[in-house]
């Protein structure tokens, strides 16, 4: 008799996540140029760490809260929401999650049915591709035209579309390429989206983070979009509040209940100190937002810089928002960037991420993050060059 696995078929046919990979070998690596996580490396904003100080010593955070999250919390959410992404929201159509990561895993739970397929326009963040393995569903990756900025490829999209498609999954700005879609495009998408009966699943992680007059627009602002589009947020990002694990989405009321379902035995609630420190986030001072933004930028433009001095290395498209970016490597080593992901942690002792975890058109580029010092970005750009002109990638 053939044994079963132990484990599901499900979870097995899923990879080991190059990111944490890369985390892993990294922590052998002493006095690492650690470009490779996309964390933000600022502390959350102090009055946010009193505010839930005081909810802890108010004896406010030993329950749960209700499953979609405090009141007072999705209030000022709506708020956000009309004031800054254009939704005209209303507390019914709110559900706070365990960051933005959780909302888009019970939104893909709650629409996709066992062969189902989503639409990820790639090279993409991969824990979206992920979600979709996770829910049994089929995602179908559909490149982006990297000579352009790595942005919709309409066409292609529209080709893609079979009776099985459930829905587009993407993120912008871009995780990993830093690429902010723009109005028209979005637009567009939300035609094909209406044409189709399709739902529009997006992750908006980095929606204050965008530069040169680039500006995030939300899908769900489009008055059609209502019963159409779920919209996942955080405060991971916004607030450097990585460890907090609270984000929120936006969707149609009537489909609000369907994902409690799927969010409910992943998590019950999000965690009730986070929901008080979120609940400060948004009601107190924003110039913490633009000062992150400011010094993102600056690190773009420095990374920029240092990329632009090694023309024979790297080729990249300049990120207008998120503070990633996706570099292609020009040299035939850096057609396998795992391989090249591991020299260059090992042998420069700097780390990156391999493109090829972003999908098969990530492979040849590496994920850099910017989200970091400026002296880490030098340290780790003085030892590529000089791993470089020492011959490094010569070596086998
Ligand atoms: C595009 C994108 N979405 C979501 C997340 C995770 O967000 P959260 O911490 O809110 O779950 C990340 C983290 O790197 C990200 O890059």
Request: glycine share 4%; with cysteine; hydrophobic share 35%.
């Given at each position: 008799m053939t044994k079963r696995p132990r484990t599901s078929r499900r979870v097995m046919d899923i990879g080991k996540s190059a990111i944490h990979e890369m985390t892993r070998l990294s922590r052998d690596v002493e006095d690492v140029a650690f470009l490779s996580?996309?964390?933000?490396?600022?502390?959350?904003?102090?009055?946010?760490?009193?505010?839930?100080?005081?909810?802890?010593?108010?004896g406010l955070v030993g329950g749960y809260t209700e499953t979609s999250g405090l009141p007072a919390l999705r209030e000022e959410i709506t708020r956000k929401l009309r004031r800054d992404n254009n939704v005209d929201a209303n507390v019914a159509q709110v559900m706070v999650t365990v960051g933005a990561i959780e909302g888009l895993a019970a939104a893909v739970m709650a629409i996709v049915d066992p062969g189902d397929e989503v639409i990820l326009p790639t090279p993409t963040y991969s824990t979206h591709i992920r979600q979709v393995l996770i829910a049994s569903g089929k995602p179908v990756l559909v490149p982006t035209l990297e000579e352009e900025g790595f942005v919709l490829d309409m066409e292609a999209l529209r080709k893609a579309i079979t009776p099985r498609t459930k829905a587009v999954l993407y993120c912008s700005p871009s995780n990993p390429t830093g690429t902010v879609f723009?109005?028209?495009?979005?637009?567009?998408?939300?035609?094909?989206?209406?044409?189709?009966?399709?739902?529009?699943?997006?992750?908006?992680?980095?929606?204050?983070?965008?530069?040169?007059?680039h500006e995030h627009f939300s899908i769900a602002s489009i008055p059609e979009m209502r019963k159409h589009a779920v919209s996942c947020y955080t405060f991971t990002k916004t607030y450097a509040m990585t460890g907090w694990r609270v984000g929120y989405l936006h969707a149609d009321e009537e489909l609000i209940p369907q994902i409690t379902k799927a969010h409910i035995p992943f998590a019950i609630c999000a965690p009730v100190v986070s929901q008080y420190a979120a609940l400060a986030a948004l009601q107190g001072p924003q110039d913490c937002v633009a000062r992150f933004r400011d010094h993102y930028r600056a690190a773009?433009?420095?990374?920029?810089?240092?990329?632009?001095?090694?023309?024979?290395?790297?080729?990249?498209?300049?990120?207008?928002?998120?503070?990633?970016?996706?570099?292609?490597?020009?040299?035939?080593?850096?057609?396998?960037?795992?391989?090249?992901?591991?020299?260059?942690?090992?042998?420069?002792?700097?780390?990156?991420?391999p493109g090829v975890a972003f999908g098969p058109t990530g492979e040849g580029h590496l994920r850099l993050s910017f989200c970091v010092s400026a002296e880490e970005i030098n340290k780790a750009f003085d030892r590529i060059e000089a791993w470089v002109s020492q011959g490094g990638l010569r070596k086998t």
């Open positions: 996580w996309a964390k933000p490396t600022s502390g959350t904003p102090d009055h946010i760490n009193q505010a839930a100080i005081s909810a802890i010593q108010g723009s109005e028209p495009q979005l637009r567009e998408l939300a035609d094909v989206a209406l044409e189709h009966d399709l739902t529009v699943i997006t992750d908006e992680a980095y929606e204050y983070f965008t530069f040169d007059g773009r433009d420095l990374m920029c810089e240092r990329l632009d001095a090694m023309p024979s290395v790297f080729a990249y498209q300049k990120p207008h928002g998120s503070y990633l970016m996706f570099p292609r490597i020009r040299l035939a080593e850096g057609r396998d960037s795992a391989t090249f992901c591991k020299r260059l942690l090992q042998e420069a002792k700097v780390s990156t991420t």
